[in-house]
């Protein structure tokens, strides 16, 4: 269950945390279960015996949803709850705004329009997009702030005249 705390960083505040853990665990269930049918039909679908459509529509038109990637956003959905996922190796274990948005999004793509979760879905979707937004904005802004602080180095370029010797080489130029 994820927790405010785990989502809590130094671009989310408080209220922007508990607003996304109530989304969060409103559909957390509901998701995952969306995954699971969808992982369970498609591994029924794979099986020979499981599809009922005649052997050459099989092979001229294989089921349409990828088993690793449904079992993928399942697998990190399950640690964005806990908050111990993890982008790249070196990293620490925590829940991430943009990858949770992400994995939303991708769940949105298998769901059904009449299931009775998707308004909640797209809420958390919303809240997380916005969130990510904002963080890029600052992110942004962070960067040009830094770009405009830092101090400019000497100028290696001057110009056609100052070419190294190995330049001067190849294209056949001298002094």
Known sequence: MLTTDSVTTRFIDDDQAQRITGHWNAVYPRMR?????????????EQPSGDPRPALVRELWPATADLAMLEGVRRDL????????????????????????????????????????????????????????????????????????????PRLDRGPGDRADSEQTERGLTR
């Open 78 to 153: 399950g640690q964005l709850d806990r908050g111990t996922f993890k982008d790249c190796a070196c990293s620490t274990g925590a829940f991430s705004v943009g990858e949770a948005r992400d994995r939303v999004h991708q769940v949105l793509n298998i769901t059904s329009t009449g299931d009775p979760a998707l308004g909640a879905i797209y809420r958390l979707a919303g809240e997380l997009a916005d969130l990510h937004l904002a963080w890029q904005e600052t992110a942004r802004a962070v960067s040009r702030a830094q770009a405009e602080a830092a101090v400019p180095g």
């Open 33 to 45: 279960e969306i995954l699971t049918s969808a992982i369970d039909a498609q591994r029924a679908a």
